[in-house]
């Protein structure tokens, strides 16, 4: 069993940064690739950014240059850092831990509403 707690949402101008937090605990060592993803009202669930265990990266293209993925291996923690937010950025994202035999967890995901 893998447990991700998400924190770092809120409320920001457009423009504006935050940096989301997701905290892994469990059988942490099957954990493979981390990923974040959002959702927005209506629409469905996207994949926003992935790490891989080695360090990896991929971004979905309406982020790119705007959004970083990072991990902190000896934190057990991953994180979002987005810059030059955007209206469309609003959402509830999640976190998500891959495991062998495409098991994945989730997160409980947090808001992050950008709006002046």
């Known amino acids: 069993q893998v447990q991700l707690v998400e924190s770092g949402g809120g409320l920001v101008q457009p423009g504006g940064s935050l940096r989301l937090s997701c905290t892994v605990s469990?059988?942490?060592?099957?954990?493979?690739?981390m990923d974040w993803y959002r959702q927005a009202p209506g629409k469905q669930r996207e994949l926003v950014a992935a790490?891989?265990?080695?360090?990896?990266?991929n971004y979905a293209d309406s982020v790119k240059g705007r959004f970083t993925i990072s991990r902190d291996n000896a934190k057990n923690t991953v994180y979002l850092q987005m810059n030059s937010l955007k209206p469309e950025d609003t959402a509830v994202y999640y976190c998500?831990?891959?495991?062998?035999?495409?098991?994945?967890?989730w997160g409980q995901g947090t808001q992050v509403t950008v709006s002046s």
């Open positions: 790490i891989t265990s080695g360090g990896s990266t």
């Open positions: 469990g059988s942490i060592f099957s954990v493979n690739a």
């Open positions: 998500k831990a891959n495991m062998p035999f495409r098991v994945g967890y």
